[in-house]
């Protein structure tokens, strides 16, 4: 079955304690991108990677990191985290830019107090 | 950059009623796409729009691209309680970035 997945689906953490949030897909895409949802702002692109040790900032990546050393894997990386950073996360995955539908893994809740 | 706006921010209708959702964008897109993300779910695709002026239908619903290429709408004609959750319109920037709208959020009162 074609899909997108996440893991920790739910996540509490604590100020300053590095976490990873890890994304993968499973159709050969190319494109994969980090979103954070939160209430009234929709979803805002934290950062997306055109193909393999192509990455590249969105709108909101401060205090976030990305690797792609595999096609299928997208990590998240949140070195220091904080509670603004407390969201709901998505990865997504597309067969080529961003002007192609985009396949969003289940999502993860991040709490950070 | 590029900022995509979308109105109604939430709308609770009558089951049977008719929606629309708006979305507007402040720069020409090269398309534009529609997701759909159910209570407690993630975004789904529905559909994309590239040409000027194209209207697709997927049975009760219907997708308009505006003729400048900067608006869409999404109409629903007589809801039904399955069509709850938030509707998302969602364009490329420079063919890299997707820029989302904030949503619309649709509740249908049975």
């Known amino acids: 079955e074609a899909q997108v997945t996440q893991n920790p689906r739910y996540l509490i953490t604590v100020t300053g304690k590095k976490l990873t949030v890890t994304c993968s897909q499973n159709?050969?895409?190319?494109?994969m991108s980090w979103y954070r949802q939160d209430p009234g702002l929709g979803l805002r692109q934290i950062y997306y990677?055109?193909?393999?040790?192509?990455?590249d900032k969105g709108d909101v990546p401060e205090g976030y990191k990305v690797s792609r050393k595999e096609k299928r894997n997208f990590p998240l990386i949140l070195e220091s985290p904080s509670p603004n950073q407390t969201s709901l996360y998505f990865c997504?995955?597309?067969?080529?830019?961003?002007?192609?539908?985009?396949?969003f893994g289940p999502g993860t809740r991040l709490t950070v107090t | 950059g590029q900022q995509v706006m979308q109105i109604p921010q939430y709308q609770h209708v009558q089951e049977g009623e008719d929606f629309t959702t708006y979305c507007n964008s402040s720069?020409?897109?090269?398309?534009i796409q529609w997701y759909k993300q159910r209570p407690g779910g993630h975004p789904v695709f529905l559909i994309q729009?590239?040409?000027?002026?194209e209207v697709k239908k997927q049975k009760r619903l219907t997708f308009q691209f505006g003729e400048a290429k900067k608006n869409s709408s999404l109409h629903i004609t007589a809801t039904q309680t399955t069509d709850v959750g938030t509707y998302f319109c969602?364009?490329?920037?420079?063919?890299?970035?997707?820029?989302f709208g904030a949503g619309t959020i649709l509740r249908v009162k049975s």
């Open positions: 997504a995955s597309s067969s080529r830019l961003a002007g192609h539908p985009q396949y």
């Open positions: 159709m050969n895409h190319e494109y």
């Open positions: 990677s055109m193909n393999v040790e192509v990455t």
């Open positions: 720069t020409t897109l090269s398309n």
């Open positions: 729009l590239v040409k000027s002026g």
């Open positions: 969602a364009g490329p920037e420079y063919g890299n970035k997707l820029v």
